[in-house]
Every structure is written in C-alpha cells, then in structure tokens.
C-alpha cells in the first residue's frame, strides 16, 4: 500500500482578524525587531491553478513509477488510503468536477511550486463529509517538483493557505511565508513559516504585534481564575475570562514576557495567559 501523507497537526481556532491595534501599538516592546518585521509588506504568492486528475483513475493506471508524469505523486501517495477509507464509508471515491490547486515560486527559480488541499479535490461519492476535518479544514501542503516526483516542502493551515504571500529574504534562500492576511498586517493574527534547510516550519505568530514562539505544549491547567490577554502583560486587554481547572492548549510562548499563547476552546477567542496561572 502506498504511504499516505502525514497531516500536519493543526491549531484549534480560527484565525482572528481585527483588533484594536492602536492600543497594541501602545503596548508593544519598543525595539522588538521580530515584531517590526511583521510590518514588512508581503507579495501575495498564489495564483489559481487547474489540478487534472483524471489520468490517477485511468484504468491502465498501474505502475506507480511509470505513471508518475500522469498523475502526480503526491495524488499517488494517498490514492490507496482515500480509496480504502472511501469505501468503507460505503462509497466511491472521484475526482470533484474542477479540481483545483495554487501556484507559487518560493524560491524564485521561476519553477512554480503547488499547494494543495487534496482533500478538497476528491469527494467520496455516497458518503459525503467521509473526509472532513472539521471547523479548522485540513491542511495545505506545498509541493516542489523535483524530476518526475513531487517532494513536500511545508503543510499549511488552512487559515494561512488561501492568502499565503513571501517576504524577501537573503538571495539563494527560500522566501519566508506569512499567512492569515494578505497587506501590511490588517489582520490581528499572522503566522511565519521559516525555511530550515530541508523543509518549511511554522515558527512564530505574530499576535496584535506581539511575537509568539511557536513551541506546541499540548493541554494545561488553569490553577485559578484567569483572563484571556491581547497583550502579554498584566495590564493587558481582557478577550476573555475562564474558571480555574479549564483546559487550554498552549501554542506558544510569548517573547520576552511570562506568557503562553492559549486556545482555550474551537469556538473560543485565543490570546495571552501568565505562566504563572498554567500547570502541565
């Protein structure tokens, strides 16, 4: 069977858009050089691309190798496990009527890379919503061609894919991404995924210019009643408040400040908890 792709664990919330900026502004720690780079005006990566997945349900469709330039291998990858789990479920799985993916050029090779949803290009007939993920959507995954292969270079939420842009970098080296807005910044919330020499991580989140180090700590604690925070700081503006002994998953850790960057819930506002407030 062929290896299906790893899903990329996702966060729990939808992105935030908005906030009272002009009191973050007020806030924030003069000098922070991450923070100012977030200022940085992006350029809008993705461009629309018509994804053919016809020839991956041809009938002659057998040697993987050989069929690679037909139907592309990541689509070969996971062909076996969505028809199984498609089945199962008690359907069929085909191609949706348009199937679609996005362009990009991350490394200004003029040799377009993809990122794909696959999930949204392939429906299981007869059993609707079998590959569903949710409020959050699935992940996007980026994909290089390398020969005849496609290798994969990132997995994107599905809050930071649609309107993934790169920012300028050193030359010879891949092109930062910044998802949640497109522009300079008119979104609370943007996300940074950082090339690391083989592949792309999601390393910090830029919260209402706060810089948030994107280190998953799984589930904690309240040890007593505290406030979701816009800013990591005692003064900071309250977003929400919860009892003790909620559960929150950490995110990150804000920099420079006892803070950790919370989700307490998939309908809840996330934002800044002390420390201090949190046990494992």
Known sequence: MRTFISILTASLLLTACGGDSDHAARKKTKGNAAADHALQAGIPAVQTRRLDL???????????????????????????????????????????????????????????????????????????????????????????????????????????????????????????????????????????????????????????GFPVDVTPGGLWTLTRDAPILAEPAPDGTVLDEYPIATSVIVIGNARDAAYKFVSPCNGCRRGFVETAALTK
């Open 54 to 208: 016809a020839a991956c349900f041809a009938d002659d469709l057998a040697d993987e190798a050989a069929n690679s330039s037909r139907c592309p291998s990541f689509v070969l990858l996971s062909l076996d496990f969505l028809t199984q789990t498609c089945a199962i479920a008690g359907g069929t799985l085909r191609p949706v009527p348009q199937p679609i993916a996005w362009s990009l050029d991350v490394d200004g090779d003029a040799s377009a890379e993809m990122l794909v949803d696959l999930r949204q290009n392939l429906e299981c007939q007869g059993a609707a919503g079998v590959f569903s993920c949710g409020s959050l959507g699935c992940p996007y995954f980026l994909y290089a061609k390398r020969g005849d292969n496609w290798v994969e270079l990132a997995a994107i939420s599905a809050d930071d894919a649609p309107a993934i842009e790169t920012l300028a970098g050193p030359s010879g080296t891949p092109a930062t991404l910044r998802g949640g807005c497109t522009g300079l910044r008119p979104c609370s919330e943007q996300t940074y995924y950082e090339w690391k020499g083989k592949s792309y991580e999601r390393s910090w989140i830029d919260f209402r």
